[in-house]
């Protein structure tokens, strides 16, 4: 997608070829992307009650919630407490702190600085005493200094605590690389840190990091999920690496840090691009089922605001469940029963027999324009990929099936410049999961 467009012409169509958005690097088992063949029959999942007939259970509504932000405990600007206190401040649901190799647990005393020469520094401390009280914040003495002790999950979970109101899922952000190309994912609601993997290729390392997260939910007996995090930060995945990975069905078609290139540039394709390369070699050479897209804040800097830092608020999930628990939340978010969001606010989203319906939570003065984006079977072949199906205006947006797409998908584009936006021109937008016919 290209910042500040409001049109369903899909912008990384325009003057791209399947052949050059191939990676150079050799996978097996994807072939001539040009000619793709339909292989048997589509894994069918579990239909998701996000589209199934009628507004589904009256019991389920819609949760906020962001699964990839930083903090002190890694490479974030501020103290996980101040964090957290601005995503419940601000009406999210859910949170998952996703600090990098590291679990929020344990003792960590982080040095306190003058101003400008840390992320931590007299001000802050003092800012934190005011909003918290003087016995919450901890600090002492070492030879180094003033130090700081960083508060634990399970602190924040008590000193936050509001039942059925807002809930810290624990997460990871597992921050691996090859060959100096980063390779980081999302693992959430574990129970233990795991370590990074590594590989012998950029493919295998985000797969051994995947099986790594599944592994532990399956011996824990927790419902844990893996997201594929930022593709083009660093230009580190193709497509087919996206699309290639067993037992992720997840990964950012948004992130708000200035530095992934949600955009594209001439050699490198969109995320929206990259979602449905990633898709039709799924649904078809790779057999793999269905994609989802996730939008999120990836969240560093809470002290500075605006182009060029990392700032909260930027993208989110609404994910429609029962309760406010990790295992419903997750369950929900597996079975694709939920949007994403740059700023976008759906009504409500469904499946009315042959139809896809969207509705749109409108604002007054605003436009809106819902994008169906899909790929069709053409005989023996398959193409054009990502092509926009049908365009429409207004607050409601219907799609018919005609029964020859291998997956539909919609975004809606709104006229509203977003207000502290990961890319100058960007308007606001929210992201429908694809479903199949």
């Not at 899909?10 to 052949?19: F, N, T, Y």
């Not at 088992?29 to 048997?40: D, H, T």
């Not at 957290?84 to 702190?97: E, K, Q, S």
């Amino acid at each position: 997608m290209l910042p500040g467009e409001l049109r369903c012409s899909h912008p990384s169509l325009l003057g791209w070829e399947l052949g050059s958005i191939l990676p150079t690097r050799p996978h097996e088992g994807v072939m001539n992307m040009l000619r793709i063949r339909m292989q048997g029959v589509f894994l069918v999942f579990l239909a998701f009650s996000m589209l199934s007939c009628g507004r589904g259970d009256p019991a389920e509504r819609w949760w906020k919630g962001n699964t990839h932000t930083h903090t002190l405990w890694s490479d974030g600007d501020a103290a996980p407490e101040k964090v957290a206190d601005w995503y419940v401040a601000h009406g999210y649901d859910f949170l998952v702190l996703s600090d990098h190799n590291v679990l929020s647990e344990g003792t960590r005393w982080f040095p306190v600085t003058e101003e400008g020469e840390g992320r931590l520094t007299h001000s802050d401390v003092d800012s934190l005493r005011r909003r918290f009280g003087e016995e919450w914040v901890e600090t002492r003495r070492s030879q180094g200094g003033l130090e700081m002790r960083l508060k634990t999950l399970q602190e924040l979970r008590e000193r936050f605590k509001s039942p059925g109101d807002f809930l810290f899922i624990q997460g990871e952000e597992l921050t691996d690389a090859f060959d100096g190309a980063p390779v980081h994912l999302n693992g959430l609601n574990l129970e233990e840190r795991i370590p990074p993997q590594g590989g012998d290729s950029v493919t295998e390392t985000l797969q051994n990091n995947v099986d790594a997260v599944n592994a532990q939910g399956k011996r824990t007996g927790r419902e844990v999920l893996a997201h594929v995090n930022h593709p083009n930060f660093g230009w580190a995945l193709s497509p087919v690496d996206v699309a290639a990975v067993k037992g992720a069905r997840f990964f950012e078609v948004y992130n708000g840090h200035p530095a992934v290139n949600n955009h594209g540039d001439e050699e490198h394709p969109d995320t929206g691009r990259i979602w449905d390369i990633a898709l039709t070699l799924r649904l078809t050479e790779l057999d793999l089922g269905l994609l989802y897209g996730l939008a999120t804040d990836d969240a560093h800097h809470y002290s500075q605001w605006g182009p060029g830092h990392a700032n909260p608020g930027r993208g989110w999930v609404m994910v429609r469940a029962r309760g406010l628990d990790p295992a419903a939340l997750i369950r929900a978010l597996q079975a694709g029963d939920f949007y994403s969001s740059s700023g976008v606010v759906l009504e409500d989203v469904r499946r009315r027999g042959e139809d896809i319906v969207v509705e749109v939570a409108a604002e007054p003065g605003v436009t809106y324009t819902t994008c169906f984006i899909g790929t069709r079977r053409r005989g023996e072949h398959t193409g054009p990929v990502g092509e926009v199906l049908k365009e429409s205006t207004g607050e409601r947006a219907v799609y018919r099936f005609r029964g020859d797409e291998l997956y539909v998908r919609a975004e809606i584009v709104s006229s509203r410049p977003h207000p502290n936006p990961h890319a100058e021109g960007d308007l606001e937008r929210a992201w429908v999961q694809p479903v199949l016919p």
